[in-house]
């Protein structure tokens, strides 16, 4: 898993949640946010909190900004600052900046700016980034109680063209495969754009071959996930 360094700049519920989960996950993380309060209450779940003025691009420069993996903008409701801070990290040269939008406009002028993925507000959706982040071939996730959770996940390099039945998911990996999840590549007949399709294959047998293009739907505890991918890639 890649345990990069991750800035999180706007520490209300959905950057807190996604600073807090990439922090237990051994990601190294800097949390910023203007006001003061809500670094005193994020000290005790992140590491290295920073009271500051995101749109002030010295302050972010005496922070090493330019040397993180990835900076994401949760800035929550100024969306000015959102675009301002999102235009300093992209003029210092952060690698991978990912900023919030509150609405479709919000969205389509951080799609304009070039800004490299999306959010949506949800607290929920900072713990997917977080699971994406530590692992990109995670695409989507449900968490369940009990450290269990639902994934579905790119297949991984190894078990490519493998029958399920020797992929050994549960003698192995102790994880249940819910279903699998076809993406096909069409030609729309009227415009002659391309676009890709989704089928779900239903209950795979045990002689089904997985393919490169495959999503793989799972359930089972976080660590046997986080193994079967580690594993395999």
């Known amino acids: 898993m890649k345990k990069g360094k991750v800035a999180v700049i706007g520490l209300g519920q959905l950057g807190m949640a996604l600073a807090e ?15 003061i309060n809500v670094i005193e209450a994020a000290k005790d779940k992140v590491a290295y909190v ?5 749109t002030d691009e010295s302050a972010l420069v005496a922070q090493s900004i330019q040397e993180v993996d990835t900076a994401v ?12 801070t999102s235009v300093i990290l992209q003029e210092l040269g952060v690698k991978k900046v990912i900023a919030r939008a509150s609405n479709a406009h919000q969205h389509l002028i951080l799609e304009k700016m070039g800004i490299h993925e999306i959010l949506n507000p949800e607290a929920n959706e900072g713990v997917l980034l977080a699971h994406r982040l530590i692992n990109p071939s995670i695409k989507k996730f ?22 399920l039945k020797d992929m050994g998911l549960r003698e192995r990996y102790d994880l249940n495969l819910i279903t699998i999840k ?52």
């Not at 996940?153 to 029958?163: A, D, F, G, Y």
Request: net charge negative.
């Open 182 to 233: 076809n993406s096909l590549q069409t030609v729309d007949k009227k415009t002659g754009a391309a676009r890709t399709e989704e089928h779900i294959v239903g209950v795979p047998k045990a002689d089904s071959i997985v393919k490169a293009t495959d999503q793989l739907v799972l359930m089972g505890k976080r660590h046997n996930v986080n193994r079967f991918i580690e594993v395999n890639s």
């Open 142 to 163: 449900f968490p369940l109680p009990d450290d269990y959770e639902i994934v579905e996940i790119e297949t991984p390099k190894r078990v490519v063209n493998m029958q």
């Open 21 to 35: 989960c990439l922090s237990n996950f051994g990601a190294e993380v800097i949390g910023i946010d203007s006001n």
């Open 50 to 54: 920073v009271n500051m003025d995101s």
């Open 73 to 84: 903008v949760t800035i929550g409701g100024n969306f000015e600052n959102v675009v301002l």
